[in-house]
Structure formats: structure tokens, C-alpha cells
């Protein structure tokens, strides 16, 4: 019985550890206590924000606080799954690359001795599975994970998830801007998730951020490798006070400190290391190296193989012979194409004992696509504007991760480039929302079905919506109010639904077409329209709205000005035309009056004809 951790690789520390880190470059960090009350700075001069950022859940206490000494460890946040299925940290950033980390703890806050399933995302790809029942230790004292992961958009979105009744929890959250070139960036592209699956220092105990006042400028904690080194000879540990040259150096700044101990044997033996991966993904592992041994002095003199699954990758590596004495060397390898759960380390003597620093693993996550840009900031927008209750999950990425659904009413598919996903389909009919429409809808330009009837929203239709690809808007049974925008005529449309609203204002024709040429119209009981067949020809003036008596004379004398022109013009043409054409010239408003009394007896006839009645009054 165990916790399903297909993604990630948890570095079990002390609970006296903390995961502020020193970080001396010139980046931005954010430090949460996830459930504290009051900002605070620990032994590290590092300070820690009060919660904040999250969309959702409540604070609690863990069971036994006075067993944590740090205070960023002694509370947390849960996220009961009655505030919807999807609840987000989402913190702005600049843009960049960054190491985040997150501190998680049970210990029985609830008393209901179940420790929860839940996932958690970072920019909508998940990096970390938890599953019940937790190691017991886990569950007790805590345990830290931690990734990179670029973010190009201003906002770091971490998101939990909850499985069935279980409320996700999380303890601590850290947020450090890093070098963006670390870790071969160049490479393997802004658009992948490096999660931890082991940083192991050779014969040095735990240190690093947080843990000890020893700095790493990244932000990383490193844990002893005792536990995951086998060998067959007598392990040794070495240790200097010299200075390591090329150690802190950018872009991955991997510390002073990393280079001055390691593990070595008393005998030439191999030196294993057995690592628990997923076999689905593929591993970016780092060999750390300095030649510390005083009783080596010159190339040669330690020379050794490096194998993954029996397989060498790196032959005969000679620390001395490549950078000397007292300096840092550090080996990189992407390990494709597993059969098995384990990735085996093999350091095998070629000459002398073979030896190590410190050994970095980490899963190559490909991020998710995610949400087209435009439209997520349509749909936080439209969030605010119907006041979506939160029990809908409307948090995070509407869209991402594919692993699980989409926001509540909210259907999604591949933009037309593959590079992004988008809005197709909104359906929040009869949810009970009081808000109003936002006018950045028609921002959500590939939707193609939008129902939000049995609401009670207020205000008007925004002017635009009925573009772009939408062919079905169902907006009956609201409280809407306002003109009917020209919009909703769009020629693309089928099905538009406005009926038992408070419209008013004169009908569009070409909305009224939508039903003549086969789709279907439905605008009864809103009693202030007009202007199209059936229902009653719109006031000159347009509703309610009077002149004043001088404007009414003013009015009234241009019109009779222009209308002594028009006639004096249509006489010369009268006079000019009649011995050329001898027939009859209605006046051109006659003839357009005709026109559009004789299309709308047309459209009509038809309506009365068909029973399907698609334009309904």
C-alpha cells in the first residue's frame, strides 16, 4: 500500500526545514504560508507572505503545530470540493523562468484520519499526483517537491484538484525567478516542466535553501544521497575547505558548497544509485564533480565509466585530466525510452575508486497546450461580469489540463494552428446567475453555441456578439434589457433565442431573416419591440424619447425646407425626363416604402405558410 506518485520524486527533509531560500540574484521571489494569518521573516531574512493569491478553500491549523518549528509548515489551506473540483493559486510574475516549490503536510488537521487524493498543476500541465493513504511519515511530518517551469504570462497559475470528496491541501508555496538559461534551456525550450526527482549531494548531509545558511542562488535544497548509493566497498566520505573554481557561476549557479564533499570508496568498486522514475517520461540527469582528493594529483589517477541501465554514456571521465584540481566539472544526459521503473546509475573503476558530487535527476514534462490568450481574458472577464458561483470551479486555465474537464459549462477544441485551445461551446442555462454579460464576449471568436437562458441577467446584449463563428444564441428567459445589437443578424447564425426578456428598440431585419431562410427566431414577449412584421412600426423619434417644443418648430422647418427642394428637384428631372421617357416616376421614397412593404408581406407569407413557424413574435 502506497501513494501513486507517477510524476514526481518528493525530497523528504527534517520538519525543522524550511523552503525560503537565500537568493542573491536580482529576481523576484514570493514566499506564501498557505493558511497564515500575519506576514513574517525567518533565520534567513527571507520573508514569508501571509495567504494570499488563492481562488478558493480555508485555512487550518495541522493537528500538532508545536512539533514544526518553522511557522510556514504549521498551517495550510484545503479546497473542499463544494467550492468546485478546480481551486488555483495564481500569482502575478514577470516573465521568466522560475523554480517553484511546495511543501505539503497532513498530519490529521481534520481529524478524519484520511489523507486526501487530489492532483496539483503548474500552467495547466499536472506535476504531482497524490493518492491515499499517504506514507506515513509523508502524512506526519511533510514532505517538499519542486520544479522549473517557465512562465511567458505574467501569471503563475498552480491549481488542485480534488478526487471525489477528498479537499486538496497544500502547506507552503515558494515561487523563485532563476537564470532563464539554466539547466539547458537553449535546448529543451521554454515549453517544458523539469520536475525533481531526486537532487542527491555525495557525503554531504542535507543543506542548501532554507535548510542551512549555505546559499544556493537557484533556490535548491539538496538531500544526502545516504539510502540511495549501494556499493560493495566501504563508502568514504571527502571533504575541503578550498574554494571550488567555476562553482556559483551563471547560468545554473550550482553552489560552493556542492563541490567540497564527496563520496568516494575505500576500494575500487562501482558505485550504484537505483532512482524510481515512470517509465512513460523521459529524464534530464546532471553529474556534479570536483577532484578534492588530496592523494590525487595529476590525470589519470582516477579514472572511471558512467552508466545508466548498463549502457555507458559517459566513458572514461577523468575529473583532473578535464578541469583540474579543486574545480567543478558537470555532466549532463537525457535518458529516453524506459522499459522499467528504475534508472540505474553505474560509476565502475576504469582506474582508482570513481567518485561523486552530486547526482541531479529530473522528468522532462511536456507543458499542455493551453488556452488561447485573448479568450481566457474573454472568459475571467465573463467570470466577474455573471458572477459565477464558485462552486462552478471557474479557476486556472479554462481549457487545461486535458487530464481533466474543462470549467463547468465550458467545451473546448484545437485551434485551427494546433498551438492553442479554444472556446467552442457555452452552456450555463439555468445556473441561477444575476450578472450581467460582458462585452469582451465576442472576443471568444471560435464559439459556436451560447446558452445562457433561465438566468435572471440584467443589462443589454453587447453589441458584436453574433460574430465570428457563433451559429446558436439562446438567451430567454433573463431580464435583459436594451436594444437588439444589428450583430445578431450575422449571417452564420441559425438559432437565436431572445424571447421572455424586457427588449426594447426596433428588431433588425436581417435578424428577422435568420427565420425567413430556414433557421429559427424567437423574440415573443419582449412587449418594447418593433419594426418588423407583426409587431408594431417603431415611433419615428424611437421610444420614449420626446423633443422640446423649439426642437420640434426647428425640426419642422428644415423639414418642410428640405422637402420644397426635393420637390423642385424631382420636377426639373420630371420636366427634363418626359419627352424622353413617357411613363410615370413615383417619388424615390414612394418607391422604397413599396419595396419594403412588399418584402415584408413576402417574408410573412411565408412564415404563415410554414408550421415549423421559425420567427416567432
Avoid at 520524486?9 to 524550511?18: E, N, R, S, V
Avoid at 575500487?268 to 590525487?296: C, K, Q, R
Avoid at 558512467?306 to 555532466?331: H, M, R, T, W, Y
Amino acid at each position: 500500500m502506497g501513494m501513486a506518485l507517477p510524476f514526481v520524486f518528493f525530497l523528504l527533509l527534517p520538519c525543522i526545514a524550511t523552503v525560503s531560500a537565500q537568493h542573491a540574484l536580482n529576481y523576484t521571489s514570493i514566499r506564501i504560508d498557505c493558511g497564515g494569518f500575519a506576514n513574517f521573516t525567518d533565520q534567513f531574512n527571507q520573508t514569508w507572505l501571509s495567504d494570499r493569491y488563492f481562488t478558493g478553500g480555508a485555512p487550518a491549523l495541522v493537528s500538532e503545530p508545536d512539533t514544526f518549528i518553522r511557522l510556514q509548515q504549521r498551517s495550510l489551506r484545503f479546497f473542499p470540493v463544494t467550492l468546485g473540483k478546480k481551486n488555483c493559486y495564481t500569482v502575478g510574475v514577470p516573465r521568466g523562468r522560475f523554480l517553484i516549490r511546495m511543501f505539503f503536510v497532513y498530519d490529521n488537521y481534520d481529524h478524519k484520519d484520511h489523507a486526501p487524493s487530489f492532483d496539483v498543476s503548474v500552467e495547466g500541465t499536472v506535476v504531482f499526483n497524490w493518492r491515499s493513504p499517504w506514507p506515513e511519515d509523508y502524512a506526519r511530518e511533510g514532505v517538499y517537491s519542486d520544479l522549473y517551469a517557465f512562465i511567458d504570462d505574467g501569471v503563475a497559475t498552480i491549481c488542485f484538484y480534488s478526487f471525489a470528496t477528498d479537499s486538496p491541501i497544500i502547506a507552503s508555496l515558494e515561487i523563485v525567478q532563476v537564470d532563464p538559461l539554466c539547466y539547458d534551456s537553449v535546448t529543451t525550450g521554454d515549453s517544458v516542466i523539469l520536475v525533481n526527482y531526486g537532487r542527491l549531494s555525495g557525503g554531504n548531509t542535507p543543506f542548501g535553501a532554507g535548510i542551512t545558511n549555505d546559499t544556493d542562488r537557484a533556490g535548491r535544497a539538496w538531500d544526502s544521497d545516504y539510502g540511495f548509493s549501494l556499493s560493495s566497498a566501504p563508502k568514504l566520505v571527502l571533504t575541503t575547505n578550498e574554494s571550488i573554481h567555476n562553482a556559483d557561476i551563471p547560468p545554473n549557479y550550482f553552489p560552493n558548497r556542492l563541490y567540497q564533499a564527496a563520496h568516494t570508496l575505500e576500494l575500487p568498486s562501482n558505485l550504484e544509485y537505483l532512482l524510481t522514475v515512470d517509465s512513460s517520461l523521459d529524464y534530464m540527469i546532471w553529474f556534479h564533480f570536483a577532484e578534492i582528493d588530496p592523494g590525487v594529483s595529476g590525470p589519470g589517477e582516477r579514472v572511471f565509466n558512467i552508466s545508466l541501465n548498463d549502457q555507458v554514456v559517459f566513458p572514461n571521465v577523468d575529473i583532473f585530466k578535464e578541469v583540474g584540481k579543486f574545480a567543478a566539472l558537470d555532466l549532463k544526459y537525457i535518458v529516453k525510452n524506459l522499459t522499467g521503473s528504475i534508472i540505474n546509475i553505474t560509476l565502475s573503476p576504469v582506474f582508482g575508486s570513481p567518485l561523486l558530487s552530486a547526482v541531479e535527476n529530473y522528468a522532462i514534462l511536456h507543458m499542455n497546450l493551453a488556452t488561447d490568450r485573448t479568450e481566457v481574458m474573454a472568459m475571467q472577464a465573463l467570470k466577474k461580469s455573471l458572477q459565477i458561483p464558485d462552486r462552478m470551479g471557474w479557476n486556472g486555465d479554462p481549457c487545461a489540463p486535458y487530464e481533466w474537464d474543462t470549467w463547468e459549462g465550458v467545451s473546448c477544441s484545437l485551434r485551427f494552428d494546433n498551438q492553442a485551445l479554444v472556446i467552442t461551446r457555452l452552456d450555463l442555462a439555468g445556473q441561477g446567475l444575476k450578472g450581467v454579460i460582458s462585452d469582451t464576449i465576442p472576443l471568444l471568436r471560435h464559439l459556436l453555441s451560447l446558452n445562457l437562458s433561465d438566468n435572471s441577467l440584467q443589462g443589454s446584449i453587447p453589441s458584436g456578439l453574433g460574430k465570428g463563428n457563433l451559429q446558436s444564441v439562446d438567451l430567454s428567459f433573463n431580464q435583459l434589457t436594451g436594444n437588439v445589437p444589428e450583430s445578431l443578424g450575422a449571417p452564420q447564425l441559425v438559432h437565436v433565442y431572445l424571447n421572455d426578456n424586457q427588449l426594447n428598440g426596433q428588431v433588425p431585419l436581417a435578424l428577422y431573416s435568420i427565420g425567413v431562410h430556414g433557421g429559427y427566431v424567437n423574440i415573443s414577449s419582449n412587449t418594447n419591440l418593433c419594426g418588423v412584421p407583426s409587431l408594431p412600426p417603431c415611433p419615428f423619434f424611437g421610444g420614449k424619447a420626446s423633443l422640446s417644443d423649439g426642437a420640434k418648430v426647428g425640426l419642422a422647418i428644415a423639414a418642410a425646407a428640405g422637402g420644397a427642394v426635393l420637390v423642385i428637384g424631382l420636377l426639373y428631372i420630371y420636366v427634363a425626363k418626359r419627352g424622353k421617357d413617357d411613363y410615370n416616376f413615383d417619388l424615390p421614397h414612394e418607391l422604397a416604402a413599396t419595396a419594403k412593404h412588399s418584402r415584408y408581406q413576402r417574408h410573412k407569407s411565408k412564415v404563415d405558410s410554414d408550421d415549423s413557424k421559425p420567427v416567432i413574435f
